[in-house]
Structures are given as C-alpha cells and as structure tokens.
C-alpha cells in the first residue's frame, strides 16, 4: 500500500527563518505535487515534479523530488505571514489509475 | 487549469436525510475525482467517476451511501445519502491536468446536526 508521510505535522515559525518540509513516501514513483490550502479553501497547485532531481521554485518556495530516496522537500526562505497555511504533498500511483495518495498535510504559522 | 465550480458551498443538513453535491467544469474531462476532507485532516479519495461508465469506489466507500452521476463530460454528482454527523466534512471534486496534477473545486462544507 502506498503510503505518504510528511513532517513536521505542525510548524509554527518566526518570519525571516528557513525551514524544511520533508515528504516521504513508500513506493516508486517519479511524479509529486504541493499543494497549499488556506483556511476555509480549496487546495491550490503549487508544485508539480515530474522526475528525479527536479526542482522547481517561486517566490520563497522550493520544491524538490528525489525518486531514489523517495523524498520530496519544500523549502522555506525568510517566511512571510502570507505563507501561513497548510501545505500537502501528493504522489501520482503511476498505475493508469490517475489517482493521487496526499500526506497528512503540514499546517504552517508564521508568527510575526 | 480548469475551472471548476462546486454547488452549494456549503449547507446544514440533519441526520437521515441526503444532499446531492454538483460539480461543473469548463471544459470537456474524461475523469473527475471526488474528495472528502474531514476536519482537520488530509484529502481522502472517495470515488472516481468516468463518462459513461459506473464510479469507481475506494475502499470503505460504498454506492449506497455514495452515488455519483457523471452524465456528460463536464459535469458529475456526488450525492451523500441517509447522513450522519460523522459524514460532516469538505467534499471537493477535481480532475486531472496535463501532468495528472489535479485542479480542485472550491469545495462543499457540509455539517450534519
């Protein structure tokens, strides 16, 4: 069963700090998504990696995939309040079904 | 992207009733997805509904309780049936993109008293 595990579950950080989100999942797959979702909304695109290596950014963002390790990280450079949110990773099953598993989600604060 | 709208955005139900969720996308799609979030937790799959063809569930979710409706390319139903407060939640449809990243609906909050 594919499982998607990301950490921390709860981050509550200064603005102007860096931080890491990790996301791990548990089978292969070479296709991952972010995602941020507000309070009261829906999920918004942020991120999509389609194979090992890749890296994509904007603004204070960084995501990047490493099939290998079957990890994905999003990083966050000198946090603004506007970030606050939760963020989720999703992995495509690659199995024709076009499903996606999403993890836990990791609920973001940036204090002031 | 797609844009996708969600009827209604939101409603109060009582328990033992059922509420039909719709879904409109502005362009022509093969799969739509359907979502539930509980409060406070991730994104959960509830079925997959093709054209012209029956949902397919995940498991733990059942036709009887679920029934979806996908009668053109651009549209689908989700109806919530004989509800309980455990079925209060974010239901949201959504479909694929180019890179099978998916585009959500706004989302229906649904509180069952």
């Given at each position: 069963?594919?499982?998607?595990?990301?950490?921390?579950?709860?981050?509550?950080?200064?603005?102007?700090?860096?931080?890491?989100?990790?996301?791990?999942?548990?089978?292969?797959?070479?296709?991952?998504?972010?995602?941020?979702?507000?309070?009261?909304?829906?999920?918004?695109?942020?991120?999509?990696?389609?194979?090992?290596?890749?890296?994509?950014?904007?603004?204070?963002?960084?995501?990047?995939?490493?099939?290998?390790?079957?990890?994905?990280?999003?990083?966050?450079?000198?946090?603004?309040?506007?970030?606050?949110?939760?963020?989720?990773?999703?992995?495509?099953?690659?199995?024709?079904?076009?499903?996606?598993?999403?993890?836990?989600?990791?609920?973001?604060?940036?204090?002031? | 992207?797609?844009?996708?709208?969600?009827?209604?955005?939101?409603?109060?139900?009582?328990?033992?009733?059922?509420l039909t969720i719709?879904?409109?996308?502005?362009?022509?799609?093969?799969?739509?997805?359907?979502?539930?979030?509980?409060?406070?937790?991730?994104?959960?799959?509830?079925?997959?509904?093709?054209?012209?063809?029956?949902?397919?569930?995940?498991?733990?979710?059942?036709?009887?309780?679920?029934?979806?409706?996908?009668?053109?390319?651009?549209?689908?139903t989700?109806t919530?049936?004989?509800?309980?407060?455990?079925?209060?939640?974010?239901?949201?449809?959504?479909?694929?993109?180019?890179?099978?990243?998916?585009?959500?609906?706004?989302?229906?909050?649904?509180?069952?008293?």
């Open positions: 069963e594919l499982k998607v595990e990301q950490n921390p579950l709860f981050l509550s950080m200064q603005e102007g700090k860096n931080y890491t989100i990790y996301c791990n999942y548990s089978t292969t797959s070479d296709r991952l998504y972010w995602y941020r979702q507000d309070p009261g909304k829906s999920l918004e695109s942020l991120f999509v990696l389609l194979s090992n290596g890749a890296v994509k950014q904007e603004g204070r963002l960084m995501a990047s995939l490493d099939t290998k390790a079957r990890l994905s990280t999003l990083h966050i450079t000198a946090a603004v309040h506007d970030l606050s949110a939760t963020y989720f990773c999703a992995v495509d099953r690659l199995d024709s079904s076009y499903k996606l598993i999403f993890g836990s989600g990791t609920r973001l604060l940036v204090r002031p | 992207s797609a844009v996708i709208s969600q009827k209604p955005s939101r409603d109060i139900c009582q328990r033992g009733t059922s719709q879904c409109q996308v502005d362009s022509q799609v093969t799969m739509m997805f359907w979502y539930r979030q509980q409060p406070g937790q991730s994104l959960t799959l509830i079925a997959t509904a093709n054209q012209g063809s029956e949902a397919t569930y995940e498991s733990g979710f059942v036709i009887d309780k679920f029934p979806i409706s996908r009668p053109n390319l651009t549209f689908s989700l919530v049936s004989n509800m309980s407060p455990e079925d209060s939640s974010i239901y949201l449809c959504s479909v694929g993109g180019r890179y099978n990243e998916q585009f959500f609906g706004p989302g229906t909050r649904l509180t069952v008293l």
